[in-house]
């Protein structure tokens, strides 16, 4: 069965470093997503992205994030300088079409030192 | 402010029973509602899926939503203890074709 895959499942960092967090979604899908969750808290939304530019972005997507899609198959979040409260799980997300299912990935768990 | 509110639990039952979750939100700017199942380390994984209010039915799953009360629920028959997980609410707003509202989840324990 298809899937979205994310890497790295854990990734440790110390404040102010970069962090790239890579997906796969799943390979007919035209639309991307990345949400957050912090621990004890709801799941938020990031950012969608389709053709190949964003679509929509929430307030906490700031100019510290950015996505890009550097080939056919990866999708990819970028934290500039990273910050205490960047700590979180985060998912990456595909859908086939505006109104589908999205089908989330593993997540990937982002600790901020 | 768009806000979705859900009882974060748990809500322990035992095997076979008829279980019960809600959601409510604040305001009438909602177009789809979702309920979602999330095992633990794991991401949410899509249950049910509707647009209008009224009643949607998936073998053992069925999805309620009362837009006039702004409340959905999602019934559970015959709970099994493989049922035990994190189900989350999530709605998507009107002014948006993307973004979800998500609730804060309710932790679901079956007793076997």
């Known amino acids: 069965e298809p899937e979205v895959t994310q890497t790295p499942s854990h990734q440790v960092t110390q404040m102010g470093q970069e962090v790239i967090l890579r997906c796969v979604p799943i390979s007919n899908h035209l639309y991307f997503y990345w949400y957050r969750q912090i621990l004890g808290q709801k799941v938020e939304f990031l950012v969608s992205?389709?053709?190949?530019?964003?679509?929509?972005k929430s307030e906490i997507f700031d100019d510290q994030f950015s996505v890009e899609r550097p080939d056919g198959s990866n999708f990819t979040l970028k934290i500039r300088s990273t910050k205490l409260e960047d700590s979180a799980m985060y998912f990456c997300a595909s859908s086939e079409d505006l109104a589908g299912e999205l089908f989330f990935g593993e997540g990937s768990r982002l600790t901020v030192l | 402010q768009k806000e979705v509110e859900q009882d974060p639990g748990p809500l322990s039952v035992p095997e076979g029973a008829i279980v019960s979750l809600n959601c409510t939100y604040s305001?009438?700017?909602?177009?789809?509602f979702m309920w979602y199942r999330q095992y633990s380390r794991k991401g949410p994984e899509l249950l049910m899926y509707t647009y209008s209010s009224g009643n949607k039915e998936d073998g053992r799953f069925t999805a309620q939503v009362d837009k006039s009360s702004k409340y959905i629920s999602l019934f559970i028959r015959d709970s099994q203890p493989s049922d035990s997980a994190t189900y989350l609410c999530?709605?998507?707003?009107?002014?948006?074709?993307?973004?979800?509202?998500w609730g804060a989840g309710t932790k679901l324990i079956i007793k076997p």
């Open positions: 999530a709605m998507r707003p009107l002014d948006s074709n993307y973004q979800l509202i």
């Open positions: 305001n009438s700017a909602f177009q789809y």
């Open positions: 992205f389709y053709n190949n530019e964003i679509s929509e």
